[in-house]
């Protein structure tokens, strides 16, 4: 059953691929980040261990040391510390800052070394040395802004590429759902093309058909046994009904005895009636019906309401007759009778004593609407075989299946409402 909830698998996918796309790439661009900061860093740390290196090589030879303040804006700091002060500090630390650059007469991001040595003699010292760097803030705005840019073209390319992908390998999917969609069981069979290369497909592919060639044999098996059921049982029907007609004109038979043989009489009619709708539904599902012509539905309508007036004038029935235009469709013409019989039929035995019957057509459909139980009928069961919403003398319960069927062979369309008190059918084209 379909829900509000439900999507389409493409739809579906995509929304799936976007939002795990969405975080792997956002996850990516903070790696990408940190990478480069660390690279940066490396970078800056390798200078300053040189430069460290060459300091603390001319201060243990007892060379002269450059100047604190280099060309390249490199500083140093070079201070004795005692020992416990060595003790309880890493001899080697790198932190970022603010230092005042003099030569510039400002303060700048820079990136300071610190080292604790000793000469050998039991002197310690501690050596800081600096290197400008770059403003990590301005860098990382930069670097957002540029991951943000980079960020949505990879992802509209990478999803631009699901798509495409998708679409390509899922065409076997979609032409198996074509089919399936235009399958009908009691219409033309019309074989499954759709080649390809991947096994699952073609498993599914094969289920499918074999599925659908083993419902259409059970469908043909069903209708030709209803078909010659229902041809059988009419002789029988006929002679028992001829005989029970017999047996009541005997001037012997007790009224009880009369009573019992008329109410089998009763039952005998209801399933010759029935048996008769049967093997209607057989024929019109085997397409026996082939002689098709224009038919004006207003024409055969006006003929049986005419003939109808008196049987719903004895349960003072009122009839409403309103015509805007002809209703003309492409059809047999016995079927266009049993089309507009049936539906005027189910207006008249499930109406109610002084109920009214309405009939609108129009050249776009035909309106059926009448009196009867105040709760609505259940549309999803309504053209069911044998389905009634109450059960009703003289309704075999074949009526409006035999109407649904008759739609379906000629692209009509039927469609139940309960409306203003009235269960209406409205019978139209379908749309394309």
């Known amino acids: 059953m379909r829900g509000g909830a439900d999507m389409k698998l493409f739809n579906r996918v995509f929304l799936h691929l976007s939002l795990w796309s969405m975080g792997v790439l956002?996850?990516?661009?903070?790696?990408?980040?940190?990478?480069?900061?660390?690279?940066i860093n490396d970078e800056v740390d390798d200078s300053l261990e040189d430069y460290s290196e060459q300091i603390i090589i001319r201060s243990l030879a007892g060379e002269e040391l450059p100047s604190h303040n280099s060309g390249s804006n490199n500083q140093y700091y070079l201070q004795k510390v005692t020992q416990e002060y060595a003790g309880t500090h890493p001899h080697i630390s790198y932190k970022d800052t603010m230092v005042y650059i003099?030569?510039?007469?400002?303060?700048?991001?820079?990136?300071?070394?610190?080292?604790?040595?000793?000469?050998?003699?039991?002197?310690?010292?501690?050596?800081?040395?600096?290197?400008?760097?770059v403003e990590k803030a301005d860098l990382r705005e930069s670097i957002?802004?540029?991951?943000?840019?980079?960020?949505?073209?990879?992802?509209?390319?990478?999803?631009?590429?699901?798509?495409?992908?998708?679409?390509k390998s899922m065409k076997p999917f979609y032409r198996l759902l074509h089919w399936l969609d235009n399958h009908r069981l009691g219409s033309k069979y019309v074989p499954l093309s759709n080649p390809t290369t991947v096994t699952e497909f073609q498993r599914l592919n094969e289920a499918v058909t074999?599925?659908?060639?083993?419902?259409?044999?059970?469908?043909?098996?069903?209708?030709?046994?209803?078909?010659?059921?229902?041809?059988?049982?009419?002789?029988?029907?006929?002679?028992?009904?001829?005989?029970?007609?017999?047996?009541?004109?005997?001037?012997?038979?007790?009224?009880?005895?009369?009573?019992?043989?008329?109410?089998?009489?009763?039952?005998?009619?209801?399933?010759?009636?029935?048996?008769?709708?049967?093997?209607?539904?057989?024929?019109?599902?085997?397409h026996q019906f082939t002689d098709v012509k224009t038919m004006n539905l207003n024409g055969v309508l006006k003929g049986y309401v005419d003939d109808y007036r008196e049987v719903y004038a004895h349960r003072g029935i009122q009839l409403e007759w309103k015509e805007t235009g002809n209703f003309e469709v492409t059809m047999n013409d016995a079927l266009a009778v049993a089309l507009v019989?049936?539906?005027?039929?189910?207006?008249?035995?499930?109406?109610?004593?002084?109920?009214?019957?309405?009939?609108?057509?129009?050249?776009?459909?035909?309106?059926?609407?009448?009196?009867?139980?105040?709760?609505?009928?259940?549309?999803?069961?309504?053209?069911?075989?044998?389905?009634?919403?109450?059960?009703?003398?003289?309704?075999?319960?074949?009526?409006?299946?035999?109407?649904?069927?008759?739609?379906?062979?000629?692209?009509?369309?039927?469609?139940?409402?309960?409306?203003?008190?009235?269960?209406?059918?409205?019978?139209?084209?379908?749309?394309s």
């Open 144 to 167: 957002l802004l540029l991951l943000i840019g980079l960020y949505v073209a990879l992802l509209f390319a990478i999803l631009m590429v699901y798509v495409g992908v998708f679409r």
């Open 341 to 431: 019989t049936n539906l005027l039929k189910n207006a008249y035995i499930h109406n109610v004593d002084s109920g009214r019957i309405r009939i609108e057509v129009t050249p776009d459909c035909m309106i059926f609407g009448n009196t009867g139980s105040e709760e609505p009928l259940d549309g999803n069961k309504v053209f069911d075989r044998f389905y009634q919403g109450q059960k009703k003398e003289g309704s075999t319960g074949l009526g409006l299946a035999i109407v649904h069927s008759i739609c379906m062979q000629y692209g009509l369309q039927i469609a139940y409402s309960h409306q203003q008190g009235l269960h209406q059918f409205t019978l139209s084209r379908k749309h």
């Open 210 to 286: 074999s599925y659908a060639e083993h419902s259409k044999n059970l469908f043909e098996q069903q209708k030709e046994f209803i078909g010659n059921a229902s041809h059988e049982m009419q002789t029988p029907l006929a002679v028992c009904r001829n005989r029970i007609e017999m047996l009541m004109e005997d001037e012997s038979l007790s009224e009880t005895q009369l009573e019992e043989l008329a109410k089998t009489h009763q039952t005998l009619v209801h399933v010759t009636k029935l048996n008769k709708s049967l093997l209607l539904l057989s024929k019109i599902d085997n």
């Open 26 to 39: 956002a996850i990516w661009a903070m790696c990408f980040y940190y990478a480069m900061m660390d690279e």
């Open 102 to 133: 003099g030569t510039k007469k400002e303060t700048e991001p820079a990136r300071i070394l610190t080292t604790i040595f000793d000469d050998g003699k039991g002197q310690f010292y501690q050596l800081e040395v600096s290197t400008p760097t």
